[in-house]
């Protein structure tokens, strides 16, 4: 299956995109790729070798004639999302990624394809490797853990890096020129109940809904996209006076747009009418509302086994209401840059069962304090409903500066080589180029990137004219690095 990716152009970048897939390579499970990445650098002899956090950072010189250009750091991110269909069989941690060719895209089977970040670092294998491409200095820095918390980021100490121009590879439309991103914080809400026994002459169903699109939390929470943990709320507080509520999980990733949840709740057998009534109420309400957006949504009930435990009506009510006040999507549109996104929040995972509720959110900001304003108001929906709130993975925001030396080249060098202008923007998904900063405040720095659709998600694809594209712009970048 992924002969076909093997005969792409670049044929460099794609044969090492393949060869890092078959590496399994979670965020925090980045053992294989770590040492992966390793032996790379080790088997062409250039300096290679570890951070404390376990960064990898592999130097190459400069070819001849570029010794007195400003030397650069070429970076891009190790890990990658791992999130498959329910349907499909599949084991992360000890398959590759099968991939196919569908038109101008490279597509996986049922799971994420791992292009976030791994064009990247493809990317920078093949220029490592080449012995054709000019270039000046280069430190190769490929960072784990940023899908789940940036850790590698900022771990990474100063004085490590000998570059004075960062080249971020993680942007996802290749006609943007990347200048800040969102910083972000994980909103985390807690709560215990007692279990109390199922009543005699019930039933118990499960309500399932999958099929939702998905997507990336930050670039893609503007689309009005549907959280599969909002709308089975809906759906449970649509009958919750016909059942009680058992347990549910929904959402798996703190950075992607839930698609799938399910719930099991049990039902008197006298409410059955009235609880499936609701039920398909609510769920062609839905179907209707989305139908643009969500054409292969599916909404599902059937009946199971009847658990030993629910939630009491009290708990029941206080986490519906919950879930229904706590704020998804955007919060607040930049006033300052059209069409961009300022801050937001991703009601993203939410587990309730054992007596522990758990809801999980990903807020997001390019403002601190509009960030600020976020979680407080998520703390003030979920402390009135009695649950304690902890916070983690605070990571900055990366501030534009439109006075970028290195911004100017790579501008230039757009219009020059695709006759056109490139769309010069801040975005909404949280880049490392913030936290690489405050240890390296004078870097300049920039992101760019091939196109690349769905990510964190089983519909993620990459262009294949689009690689190509930035290939070619890539090359012309290292050529025209600034003297020192």
Known sequence: MNKAIRNLEPNRLWNNF????AVPRASKKEEQVIEFIKNFGKNLSLETFEDDVRN??????????MENRKGIVLQSHIDMVHQKNNDTDFDFATQGIEMYV????????????????????????????????????????????????MTGALG????????EILLNLDTEEDDEIGVGCAGGVDVTASKNYLPIPSSNNTNAYKITIKGLQGGHSGMEIQLGLGNANK??????????DNCSLSSLLGGSLRNAIPRESNAIVVVAINNETDFLAGFEKMKNEIKNEFHHLESAINISVKKVAVPETVLSIEDQNQFFKAVYATHNGVFR??????????????????????????IECLTRSSVDSSKENMVNTLTAVFELAGFAVSFSGDYP??????????LKVLAILYEKINGEKANIAACHAGLECGILGTNYPGMDMISFGPTIKGAHSPDERASISSTQKFWKFIKEILKEIPVK
């Not at 089975?232 to 919750?240: D, F, P, Q, T």
């Open 18 to 21: 393949a060869d890092l897939n």
């Open 333 to 358: 549109m930049s006033p300052a840059i059209e069409n961009l996104v300022e801050t937001s929040n991703n009601i993203a995972k939410i587990a309730v069962n054992n007596g522990i509720i758990k």
């Open 156 to 163: 990474l100490k100063g004085g490590i890096l000998q570059g």
């Open 102 to 149: 569908e038109g101008d895209w490279v597509h996986a089977n049922g799971t994420t394809l791992g292009a976030d970040n791994g064009l990247g670092v493809a990317t920078i294998m093949a220029i490592l490797e080449s012995d054709t491409i000019a270039h000046p200095a280069i430190d190769a820095l490929f960072t784990i853990d940023e899908e789940t918390g």
């Open 231 to 240: 709308l089975m709320n809906r759906i449970l507080s649509e009958v919750n």
């Open 397 to 406: 925001g990366w501030a534009p500066n439109m006075d970028s030396a290195i």
């Open 56 to 65: 990898i950072i592999i130097r190459k010189p400069a070819t001849s004639g």
